[in-house]
C-alpha cells in the first residue's frame, strides 16, 4: 500500500522527474540539489514520519513500502526514466528495491551501497550506477589534507581533476601543453585569475602566481604534479 502527498495535481512522476527512493541523508541532499536547479524529483520513503518532515524538498512525495513492487507501480515508478535508490544500511530492502525497479525495466537506475559487497549485488541485479559517497567522500578527502589542492573530484579510479594554486615553476612563462603531459601525464585544462571568470587554458598564457587553474590527470600524476619543483 502506497500513501501519496503532493504539492501538484500530478499523482505519477514526469518522464522528466526523478524519482528518489530513500530520503535519508543521501536521498535528501540529492533532493534538495537537483530541485535547486529545476528538476522535479519524486521522492519515496517508508518512514512517514521523515516524509512530512520534508516536504519542501521534492516536488510530489509518497509514503510506501519499496520492496513491494506493486506499490512501486501504483506510484508509477514503473513509467520514471531516471530513478535513485538512495537506501544504504538496509540491505535487502535496498536489494529488493533495486530488483523491483530493474525488473520494471527503467533506463537509468542509480544506488547507493554501502560496501563492496553490496555494490556489486546490486551491479549483478542490474543496476546501471553504483555510488558509493562515503567511501568517494574519503577519496577526496585523502587528497585534500595536503592542501596543495583545494579541491579535488574523482571522474574515474585513475582519472582526476583537481584545482590548485598555479605552481611557481610554472609561473610567467608559456607552457607547452603537450611537454608538460608527455613529463607529467596531466593537461591543465582551465585557469582563472583574481576577480576574473574561468576560462580555457589555452597554453600561449603566461600564468600568475595568483592564478588558479584546473588539472587533469591520475589522481598519482596529480599529486605527483601538485609535488614537483621543477618543469
Not at 34 to 56: A, C, M, P, Q, W
Not at 84 to 96: F, R
Not at 126 to 148: F, M, N
Request: glycine share 8%; with cysteine; aromatic share 6%.
Amino acid at each position: 500500500m502506497a500513501k501519496l502527498f503532493s504539492h501538484t495535481p500530478s499523482h505519477k512522476p514526469l518522464d522528466s522527474a526523478v524519482t528518489v527512493i530513500g530520503l535519508g541523508r543521501f536521498g535528501l541532499a540529492l533532493a534538495r540539489e537537483l530541485t535547486s536547479y529545476g528538476v522535479e524529483v519524486f521522492g519515496i520513503d517508508d518512514n512517514e514520519k521523515l516524509v512530512r518532515e520534508h516536504t519542501g524538498e521534492c516536488t510530489d512525495f509518497a509514503v510506501a513500502d519499496t520492496t513491494d513492487p506493486q506499490a512501486l507501480a501504483q506510484l508509477g515508478v514503473d513509467e520514471s526514466r531516471c530513478v535513485v535508490i538512495g537506501i544504504g544500511s538496509d540491505l535487502e530492502a535496498s536489494i529488493l528495491t533495486a530488483s523491483n525497479v530493474v525488473e520494471f525495466g527503467v533506463p537509468n537506475i542509480w544506488a547507493k551501497a554501502d560496501s563492496d559487497a553490496h555494490a556489486r549485488i546490486l551491479k549483478q541485479i542490474g543496476v546501471h550506477h553504483v555510488v558509493r559517497p562515503e567511501r568517494d567522500t574519503g577519496r577526496r578527502v585523502a587528497h585534500l589534507l595536503g592542501e596543495r589542492f583545494e579541491d579535488f573530484a574523482e571522474v574515474d579510479a585513475d582519472f582526476g581533476v583537481i584545482k590548485m594554486v598555479t605552481p611557481r615553476s610554472l609561473c610567467g612563462r608559456e607552457i607547452d601543453a603537450e611537454k608538460l603531459w608527455n613529463r607529467c601525464s596531466v593537461h591543465i585544462v582551465a585557469v582563472k585569475s583574481p576577480g576574473g571568470s574561468w576560462r580555457p587554458f589555452l597554453g600561449h598564457e603566461r600564468l600568475q602566481a595568483s592564478d588558479l587553474i584546473v588539472v587533469s590527470g591520475s589522481p598519482m600524476r596529480l599529486e605527483q604534479f601538485s609535488q614537483q619543483q621543477s618543469f
